[in-house]
């Protein structure tokens, strides 16, 4: 069932007008919030935990702008395929690309982390439109057809897939051929990362982007992806997280994973109603029991 609404989404997405497939995501995706009361409850928790004092009417215009966004996301995912370096010229502002070439010049490739927020899956699209080696690890979704899906559309763009369940070996590879290896730090699938403070709220956070730093001596490049007001998209390639390596291993990462975590958070405040995040965050259960 859902693989078919995906392929409904596709053939919409395909056959209307940009704007018009907008339009219709806007729509559904209302349709959506009302009938997921579970969803849209877990939205406005976040955002409470986000924006403490905050008042309710406020958080509620970012909450209903959550899931618009969220359907316009589904929209560019779909349409990957007449996704072209002519769109990507026209449609996506890259600011300090400059980072990624320096430290690429380094030799020891460079590890990229975002989080669930704008349309990451696009900014793979537009790193490798412009010349960009790039990995993405990808969790493997339930659903094999889906999970297919999902690779395919990766993959027809240059963008090549590591499977969660093969990532450290193949990351480690990545890195070695000096090539940019991209992950999502805002969601530890395990339970297996490092607890830190989250908008001042404990929580797991991955370990990976610390420790491939710590082991390669490579740089993170915090990334994004974000949606603007007239539906173009700037890709911010922000400051490098420099690697840590003092005698105490552990302290060394943490305190990488604590400066992800300061990125993640400034740039989550600045655009709340762009972080994809449809359950409570801070409950104690790995994401990938879902």
């Keep these: 069932m ?7 989404g596709i053939f919409l997405a395909l056959t209307t007008p940009l704007k018009t ?12 919030r009302f009938a997921s009361f579970r969803d849209s409850r877990a939205v406005m928790d976040n955002l409470q935990a986000i924006f403490p004092g905050r008042d309710i009417a406020s958080l509620k215009r970012i909450r209903n702008s959550v899931f618009f966004n969220f359907g316009k996301y589904l929209v560019d995912f779909f349409r990957f395929s007449v996704i072209d ?10 600011e300090g690309r400059h980072y990624l070439g320096q430290e690429l010049k380094k030799g020891k490739g460079v590890i990229l982390t975002s989080a669930h927020i704008g349309n990451w899956e696009l900014g793979g699209i537009a790193l490798s439109a412009i010349g960009v080696p790039l990995d993405v690890v990808a969790l493997i979704h339930k659903h094999e057809n889906i999970d297919t899906f ?8 240059g963008v090549k897939v590591i499977p969660v369940g093969a990532a450290v070996r193949r990351c480690f590879k990545s890195l070695s051929e000096n090539r940019a290896v991209a992950l999502l730090s805002d969601r530890d699938y395990f339970n297996n990362g490092f607890e830190v403070d989250f908008f001042g709220k404990k929580t797991i956070i991955p370990k990976g982007p610390a420790l491939f730093s710590r082991k390669r001596q490579c740089s ?5 992806m974000l949606r603007n007001a007239d539906d173009t998209f700037t890709l911010k390639i922000m400051k490098p997280i420099l ?12 305190k990488v994973t604590n400066d992800v975590v300061r ?8 655009h709340p109603e762009q972080w994809f ?3 409570r965050y801070w409950q104690r259960i790995a994401w990938g029991a879902e």
């Design 2 to 8: 859902l693989f078919t609404l995906y392929k409904i």
């Design 21 to 32: 497939g907008y339009a219709i995501a806007r729509f559904v995706s209302t349709l959506y």
């Design 150 to 157: 999902f690779n395919r559309q990766r993959n027809i763009k």
């Design 263 to 270: 990125v993640m958070e400034d740039v989550i405040r600045r």
């Design 85 to 94: 370096k002519d769109y990507i010229d026209r449609y996506v502002t890259v």
């Design 277 to 279: 995040v449809f359950r």
């Design 220 to 224: 993170i490049l915090p990334i994004f």
């Design 243 to 254: 690697p840590v390596a003092t005698h105490n291993e552990h302290e060394d990462l943490i």
